[in-house]
């Protein structure tokens, strides 16, 4: 059985969507992420935009096998924000993605239904008006071998249309190769069986 070796993401930030509801305004943001560094950076940025908002409610998932997560309501009732937007990014099977509704309150109280409703609906829209793409799961390998093995190496790579990343063609060369998860093994094995040819998981 061939294991799934896609997922899905965001490509690029869409413009923010606004939604509101008695008085209070929603701003709802998704940004493509790849590392809590990311996140924090993104984050320090709308608290800088939105100086006077009084919630900025975020959900990010990270990671293709390997899931982590986090929900934050940000002085909200409990649950009533940041659960509602991580809803959303399970709904919609996306990956390596923060979605953050900035809230300034228009000083009626929704209560915690109104408050759900209002983040879920913020983090719904904005993944709507996303452009959704699917990615593979990659491996990188290194390949290390002498100069005279070059064209041997480059037939492969040529022959089963291989991407390199990078790629240093001196004496000793080396090349790294990104392999789509289910071919790699496959691959591995081809550059492993090779005389003189070293080849590893980086």
């Known amino acids: 059985m061939i294991k799934k070796d896609t997922y899905k993401t965001i490509d690029v930030a869409p413009e923010p969507v606004l939604f509101k509801d008695k008085n209070s305004k929603f701003f709802g943001y998704a ?33 293709t096998e390997t899931i982590s997560y986090r929900a934050n309501d940000d002085g909200e009732p409990s649950n ?25 309150f228009g000083g009626v109280k929704l209560g915690v239904g109104g408050l759900i409703n209002a983040y879920k609906t913020s983090a719904h829209q904005i993944l709507e008006t996303s452009n959704i793409i699917e990615k593979t799961i990659n491996i990188n390998y290194l390949i290390s071998f002498d100069y005279k093995n070059m064209n041997t190496v480059m037939r492969i790579i040529k022959e089963k249309s291989l991407n390199i990343i990078h790629q240093k063609l001196e004496m000793n060369c080396q090349i790294t190769l990104s392999i789509r998860k289910n071919e790699a093994d496959f691959i591995f094995k081809i550059f492993n069986n090779l005389y003189e040819i070293d080849i590893k998981e980086v």
């Open 80 to 104: 009533s924000a940041g659960m509602p937007i991580y809803g959303q990014i399970l709904s919609f099977e996306v990956t390596n993605i923060l979605i953050v509704v900035v809230r300034y």
């Open 31 to 63: 940004f493509p992420v790849t590392n809590e560094d990311d996140i924090k950076s993104y984050l320090v940025q709308l608290k800088k935009e939105h100086h006077s908002a009084r919630h900025w409610c975020y959900a990010y998932q990270l990671g």
